[in-house]
């Protein structure tokens, strides 16, 4: 323990500030901003295909079957099917993807 605050007090003791200069604000201003329309549009994009998709390889109305095989089962206190667990898990992951490239592009 006294080792470590021997360290403590040399490093304290010696420490040297160096000035940059305004380095740091001058590389910040130097760098390319980042602004624009193409997060939006790949979002957007993205989201298409993933429609698109949905309705194309599996029907809205087999989607829209396993979510009510899934909250009548849970509504009547029995174990839901493994489609319908995988169904909901799957929208559910897809829609929080999505809200969180959206929540992404806003605070950038």
Known sequence: MSEDKELNNFFKSHKK???DNNF??????KLPRR???LPYLIIAFCAAIGLYMTISI???SLL???MNALVISVSRMQIPSTASIITYLSILITLGTLSFAIYR???E
Not at 24 to 29: A, H, K, L, P
């Open 17 to 19: 500030e160096i000035n």
């Open 24 to 29: 740091s604000r001058e590389v910040m201003e």
């Open 35 to 37: 602004t624009g329309m």
């Open 58 to 60: 599996a029907s809205i």
């Open 64 to 66: 829209m079957d396993e």
């Open 105 to 107: 592009v806003d605070t």
